[in-house]
């Protein structure tokens, strides 16, 4: 053997080494997909426009506060749409002061001018900054809550669209409530309760009048209810501006009220703590309001000074008070979640895909396995060499990138069986026709892969293309397959080429001069 | 051992008639096509809800379909996978409004049904839901990612070829797409995601089986330039045919394994690998090779003039 020689076969021998090493054991080393493994794909879409409609509500509410303290009669403020809101009615008299209390919104809204009226719109630059702050601040909070559910392996990211988000989540069997946590809102107010509980709205309104201040709103809640009675709904008149909101939890976890009953405990961050206990201070004998996502879940009786502790009572199972507890400490969605698909597999449909699977993959092998050797005899044995080596790599690949191994990813180990089987074809075939042109063995063979070189490089780069455009076409199982393959051509062009010449150079170069070739 | 000793058929004589025969099976698949309202598509595409439930004991179709005459909408009911694992598929038309955050409706209502109808148990298999939004966007991605494979492969080929061959390896897939769409219409399969990615895959495999062809033109040009084009095309036509039957032979018959053996999920995509290997075989030697022989001999016509008159530039060089 040939200094030459001895160093390719070694180089075979580690590749093929740290292949095996790479994805041995399979079952903890390829990663497999959701429709192998059984789980939950959820596409959901972020409802930017409410963080919109935030913005141009607390910039309305700022605006209403400093035209009072500065004494800038309006006759109204209006928020027209998420990104848009009116001013009517501005004194002539006052119209210089009341431009110059514009200097922070005219920062990011542009503003016209019809009279005595005025209109905001945000400007298109800040509504795309925000849109997009809005999903990246949805993704970590969605990301927070399904690392708390546990899930192995899960992934959370953006998805095609700019707005767009994308959970997998492998293993999960109990779906809607995946669902409910990650789409839960979850933001927590403590809010100043006016008056209340009210039986309905009406009569919530008429306690104003039908006329209620500007800086109080009408929320539903639930009546504590005593024991045995079901909980109906009451109204409650709160003020519109939070004493402490849910960004100054340090902590929520489940425990019990008074009566045993499942509830959510919290504690509040410092900056949060003296907040609450300067408000709670100043409103003894008041009733403090819960409200969670614009519900009032209890209303109680300021006693004294509270600081950091506090708790959410309803009708809580203890499974809710524990995702409840969840959903707070993982902070709330700055804006609604809807879903736009969802595909759940369960984990037997799962694996009998991925026997059927292993059955055809094997099956179709062992049959073109067999046909090479009948047909090429002994040179069937470098294909046979050839293709497994490629499939040995594929693995060791796919377990080294961390590839996931999807159902048509399987399909993708067939046509790379194929697209092997088809390169020894092209380069056996060569040699047959170099030896009935009357070439040599060894000139046969040299010439076989030489020629037929060029054109397995054209084909490959030919199916890589189209391999790229699917993977980028696809989402999970598609691009499962659009990686098996390309990772199957790229090892095929090693195997077809490097390994089975090196193969034919071994059997040659043990005879002086062989007079035939068994092909 | 040897397929083909020595062949050598005039496949190019038959490209007129092998371009009467697939005009005509495009033709009457468009037709079909058309007949039946368009290109049949998956929930993939349209949106909408498919559910796959396991039942403990054997049931009836029709009582199925009894248990949810309420859901509105038509639905879909047949037996999925073996007689024997009591498996229903069930599929609803989308339902609920994605807005209103009910996308999972008609899901549900389906599972209510079954539950209270009095069938033997059941447990999910697997739920699809697809909303409209997200049908729209794949459909686009879809037909975007075929053709613009289709055009990477044809820029790529002109690159390394002629453009000439472009064309006719472009009409060849495009014959090989369109005559697989018409076979999944006429065998009833739906697109999915699936099944594009089939469609995509042979794509390449159709342009791999043309450039093989294409390949052995360019050697053989440079051994024998003064053959017409059409002699030197069907010599590598010939060349190859071993190489050409064998492999597709090999292919086609490991995917009939997953067709046979791949399971309810995998069918449709082999299905269309299967119709797309025989189309695209047939394509490559009938007709990327003729196309590129009728766009290269007017195109080489040109070259040769053109060659011609360098020849004499550079004689009156010489001479002077």
Do not use: C
């Amino acid at each position: 053997m040939s200094k030459n020689l001895r160093w390719k076969v070694l180089t075979i021998l580690a590749v093929i080494g740290l292949s095996v090493w790479a994805f041995v054991p399979p079952q903890d080393k390829i990663r497999l997909g959701l429709d192998l493994k059984g789980g939950v794909h959820l596409v959901m879409r972020v409802q930017t426009d409410d963080a919109l409609r935030v913005e141009t509500e607390t910039t309305a509410d700022r605006l209403r506060e400093t035209l009072r303290t500065q004494t800038i009669p309006v006759t109204g403020i209006t928020v027209a749409g998420p990104n848009e809101f009116r001013v009517a009615g501005v004194p002539t008299a006052q119209d210089a002061q009341f431009r110059q209390a514009l200097v922070d919104i005219d920062l990011i809204y542009d503003r016209s001018q019809s009279l005595t009226d005025y209109t905001f719109r945000l400007k298109p630059s800040v509504v795309s900054q925000l849109r997009d702050e809005t999903v990246n601040q949805a993704l970590q909070t969605i990301e927070r809550r399904v690392n708390e559910l546990g899930v192995a392996e899960p992934v959370v990211a953006r998805h095609s669209a700019a707005d767009q988000i994308l959970v997998q989540l492998p293993g999960v069997s109990d779906v809607n409530r995946a669902k409910e946590i990650i789409r839960s809102t979850a933001l927590l107010e403590l809010k100043l309760v006016e008056q209340g509980p009210f039986p309905d709205e009406a009569s919530a309104r008429q306690a104003f009048a039908g006329n209620v201040p500007p800086d109080m709103q009408i929320l539903p809640g639930r009546s504590e209810g005593t024991a045995g009675s079901a909980p109906t709904t009451v109204y409650y008149a709160v003020r519109r501006v939070a004493a402490v909101t849910g960004r100054d939890l340090r902590n929520a976890r489940p425990s019990l009220d008074e009566n045993n009953r499942p509830a959510v405990s919290f504690s509040l961050n410092n900056e949060g703590a003296v907040k609450f206990g300067n408000f709670t201070q100043a409103n003894i004998n008041r009733q403090l309001g819960i409200v969670l996502d614009g519900r009032v879940y209890s209303a109680p009786n300021i006693q004294s000074r509270i600081d950091s502790e506090g708790r959410i009572t309803g009708n809580f199972t203890q499974q809710e008070a524990a995702d409840l507890g969840l959903t707070l400490r993982s902070g709330a969605l700055p804006a609604s979640l809807t879903y736009l698909e969802e595909r759940t597999v369960g984990p037997t449909l799962g694996a009998d895909s991925v026997r059927a699977g292993v059955i055809a993959s094997t099956g179709g092998l062992v049959f073109v396995l067999l046909f090479l050797l009948y047909y090429y005899k002994l040179a069937g044995f470098n294909a046979f060499v050839s293709i497994t080596t490629n499939l040995i790599i594929l693995l060791g690949l796919m377990a080294y990138l961390g590839a996931t191994m999807t159902l048509p990813g399987i399909a993708g180990f067939i046509l790379t069986i194929g697209m092997g089987v088809d390169s020894n074809v092209l380069i056996f075939e060569r040699i047959k026709e170099e030896l009935t042109g009357g070439k040599g063995v060894k000139a046969a063979v040299a010439a076989g892969f030489d020629r037929v070189f060029l054109t397995i490089l054209d084909t490959h780069v030919a199916s890589l293309i189209s391999a790229a455009f699917l993977f980028q076409f696809g989402t999970g199982p598609i691009r499962g397959f659009a990686t098996t393959l390309t990772i199957g051509l790229l090892a095929n062009v090693f195997t077809a080429v490097f390994v089975s010449r090196t193969m034919f150079e071994l059997f040659l170069s043990r005879r002086d001069q062989p007079a035939t070739l068994s092909i | 051992m040897r397929i083909f000793d020595h062949p050598n058929y005039d496949f190019i004589k038959w490209r007129w008639h092998a371009f009467a025969l697939s005009g005509l099976v495009v033709l009457a698949g468009v037709a079909f096509v058309v007949s039946r309202g368009g290109v049949p598509m998956g929930i993939d595409f349209t949106g909408g809800t498919i559910v796959v439930a396991k039942f403990e004991q054997p049931v009836a179709e029709d009582a199925v379909r009894q248990a949810l005459a309420a859901t509105p909408g038509e639905k879909v009911v047949q037996s999925y996978g073996d007689a024997a694992d009591n498996q229903v598929l069930i599929r609803l038309p989308q339902m609920g409004d994605e807005n209103a955050g009910n996308l999972d409706e008609a899901a549900n209502s389906v599972v209510q049904s079954l539950g209270a109808a009095g069938l033997p148990k059941f447990e999910l298999l697997s739920q699809e839901i697809v909303g409209p939004v997200i049908g729209r966007e794949l459909q686009l991605k879809g037909i975007y990612a075929t053709l613009a494979s289709i055009v990477g492969i044809a820029i790529y080929i002109a690159l390394r070829f002629r453009p000439a061959f472009a064309i006719g390896a472009i009409a060849a897939t495009l014959h090989d797409v369109f005559i697989t769409i018409a076979f999944l219409a006429l065998f009833g399969y739906e697109l999915s995601l699936n099944v594009v990615a089939a469609l995509l895959t042979i794509t390449g495999y159709s342009v791999n089986d043309t450039i093989v062809i294409f390949d052995r033109v360019r050697e053989n040009m440079r051994s024998a330039r003064r053959d017409p084009l059409e002699k030197v095309v069907n010599t590598a036509v010939n060349q190859t045919l071993s190489r050409t039957v064998i492999t597709a032979g090999t292919t086609f018959l490991s995917v009939l394994a997953l067709y046979v053996f791949g399971g309810e999920v995998l069918e449709g995509f082999a299905f269309t690998m299967l119709v797309g290997i025989v189309s695209g075989t047939y394509s490559t030697v009938f007709i990327a090779a003729a196309i590129a022989i009728i766009l290269g001999n007017r195109q080489g016509a040109a070259t040769a003039v053109s060659g011609a008159a360098v020849k004499v530039k550079a004689a009156t060089a010489r001479r002077s």
